[in-house]
């Protein structure tokens, strides 16, 4: 794959910066504007390799999250916000991808992992979980964000099953959705929260409270396997609270 390196001038940033740096109460509309100015593939914004998708499958059974097409989103890279950037999200090699244009033409770059915090897709935050206690036990990747507090952040990976299929000949893949693991990122430590036999395991104080709310014995009922996991995490947070208030 072809390697990408994009960098800004210091020079246009010199110019630029000061004189927006006392008249914009926000960062967005001055980002816009600047991406807008330069172009996206001058910002100096990515680095990353060009990606090509060499798997053939159905614009049904797609290998992305929610829609194989391109959607405006933010992407934070390098500790640094880009609004309103075309991406999406390969869910099954846990990749993101953005679309980079200019009057010439467009390209899909698929940005360096480790230098790629997080990203928005509509609703949804994603952040990037790489310290070395994930990547030592094999939880390292992108997770949306469900909860965050003082105590915990709930965290969900999202999975796809793929299928070979044959057709006059030749072969091509379905992408299925799997069941989405989540995870609890607990006093420095990652913990699998998918049941209540995990939840309880994991918090026994509190095994009343989470046997109180009604599992879904359906697991394949993602829907209603998300509610849940919510449902009992927040209660959890507002019995911890209530503890740390009464100390």
């Not at 980002?31 to 990606?51: R, T």
């Not at 798997?55 to 829609?67: G, I, L, M, P």
């Not at 379905?174 to 939840?199: C, I, P, T, W």
Request: aromatic share 14%; charged share 20%; proline share 2%.
């Amino acid at each position: 794959m072809k390697k990408i390196n994009l960098q800004l001038g210091l020079l246009c940033i010199c110019l630029v910066i000061p004189f927006f740096g006392y008249s914009q109460t926000s960062e967005e509309p001055y980002y816009n504007w600047f991406d807008s100015l330069v172009s996206i593939q001058n910002a100096g914004l990515y680095s990353g390799v060009e990606y090509i998708d060499t798997d053939r499958a159905t614009a049904e059974a797609h290998k992305f999250f929610q829609t194989p097409k391109f959607v405006k989103g933010d992407v934070v890279f390098q500790n640094q916000t880009y609004y309103n950037v075309s991406l999406k999200y390969n869910v099954f090699d846990d990749r993101l991808i953005v679309k980079l244009s200019n009057q010439s033409s467009e390209t899909a770059l698929a940005p360096i992992k480790a230098f790629t915090s997080g990203f928005h897709l509509g609703f949804h935050q994603f952040v990037l979980v790489n310290d070395a206690q994930a990547v030592a036990s094999g939880n390292n990747g992108y997770y949306e964000l469900l909860q965050e507090n003082n105590h915990f952040r709930l965290l969900k990976k999202y999975n796809k099953s793929r299928i070979t299929k044959f057709d006059t000949g030749r072969s091509f893949f379905e992408f299925k959705d799997a069941r989405a693991d989540y995870l609890l990122h607990y006093k420095g430590g990652y913990y699998s929260v998918n049941s209540k036999r995990e939840l309880t395991k994991l918090f026994p104080q509190f095994k009343k409270e989470i046997n109180a709310v009604r599992e879904n014995k359906n697991k394949t009922d993602e829907a209603a396997q998300n509610s849940y996991i919510k449902n009992v995490m927040q209660r959890i947070r507002g019995l911890m609270s209530n503890a740390n208030n009464a100390n």
